[in-house]
């Protein structure tokens, strides 16, 4: 017998040895851990109120997770909020924030992007947000503090803020 071989076959039919099988295995396993990766970084959306809710006021939260797990808070919408000056109180603060310890993050900084046509950069405001994640991360409560110079002069005070995670595919 040579070496790898079990024996010999029929005509049309072939032995596999102990190196083929090996490979059809890796492979297969392999296949299933490329297929499992791209599920453990995504990205969530909670949607809620200013708490007590006027005119319909509210936040969106993007989260990125991984392996179920808030990692960092990549977008905070406010919207309609009302800032107490002449300002428009929707915006979105476009600075991530990372999830630390008991799940909190905490953020501050000027609302909008450069270059972004939709939400430009709004110096003449600045926003602190504070939050956590709480019941196994499937919902964020916080605070949200818009303060104006300027022209936009004025400061919404602490304003609380609570957030439900949104279903999938919204």
């Given at each position: 017998?040579?070496?790898?071989?079990l024996?010999?076959?029929?005509?049309?039919?072939?032995?596999?040895?102990?190196?083929?099988t090996?490979?059809?295995?890796?492979?297969?396993?392999?296949?299933?851990?490329?297929?499992?990766?791209?599920?453990?970084a995504?990205?969530?959306?909670?949607?809620?109120?200013?708490v007590?809710?006027?005119?319909d006021?509210?936040?969106?939260?993007?989260?990125?997770?991984?392996?179920?797990?808030?990692?960092?808070?990549?977008?905070?919408?406010?919207?309609?909020?009302?800032?107490g000056?002449?300002?428009n109180?929707?915006?979105?603060?476009?600075?991530?924030?990372?999830?630390?310890?008991?799940?909190?993050?905490?953020?501050?900084?000027?609302?909008?992007?450069?270059?972004?046509?939709?939400?430009?950069?709004?110096?003449?405001?600045?926003?602190t947000?504070?939050g956590?994640?709480?019941?196994?991360?499937?919902?964020v409560?916080?605070?949200?503090?818009?303060?104006?110079?300027?022209g936009?002069?004025?400061?919404?005070g602490?304003?609380?803020?609570?957030?439900?995670?949104a279903?999938?595919?919204t």
């Open positions: 017998m040579d070496h790898g071989t024996g010999t076959a029929a005509p049309g039919f072939r032995i596999y040895t102990f190196g083929d090996m490979k059809r295995t890796l492979l297969i396993l392999i296949a299933f851990l490329v297929l499992g990766l791209p599920g453990t995504l990205a969530r959306l909670y949607t809620g109120p200013i007590p809710q006027v005119n006021d509210g936040v969106e939260i993007t989260v990125k997770v991984k392996q179920g797990h808030p990692r960092r808070v990549t977008s905070f919408e406010f919207h309609n909020v009302p800032t000056s002449p300002c109180g929707s915006n979105i603060f476009f600075h991530a924030m990372k999830v630390g310890h008991g799940l909190r993050f905490h953020g501050s900084g000027h609302p909008g992007r450069a270059g972004n046509t939709e939400w430009p950069p709004t110096p003449s405001l600045t926003v947000i504070h956590r994640f709480i019941k196994h991360a499937r919902k409560v916080g605070t949200l503090r818009i303060h104006g110079s300027g936009c002069s004025g400061d919404t602490s304003l609380a803020f609570s957030a439900k995670r279903p999938p595919g």
